[in-house]
């Protein structure tokens, strides 16, 4: 939270940056309307070029199953 300055919607351009940044931003959003990421994806109007961002919550929902995932891998690989 405290790194996106306590905002609620973190803008997309953001997002990409902190957490895909092998992607720009119109192919994040490309693959998160296709359902190849799944995180929700928040547009301030109804306009295709309007705003648009991911809410906190979402994303650290998204990230914490990211690394959950990581971890069972892991422990699949030193049982």
Known sequence: ??????KAIIPIEDVCRDCFSH???T???QKISAGEIAI????MEAS???AKGVHLLDL????NARVAAARKEMA???A
């Open 1 to 6: 939270m405290a790194q996106y300055g306590g």
């Open 23 to 25: 992607l720009n931003p």
């Open 27 to 29: 192919k994040l959003v």
């Open 40 to 43: 929700p994806l928040a547009r």
């Open 48 to 50: 295709q070029k309007c």
């Open 60 to 63: 650290a929902k998204y990230l």
């Open 76 to 78: 699949a690989l030193t």
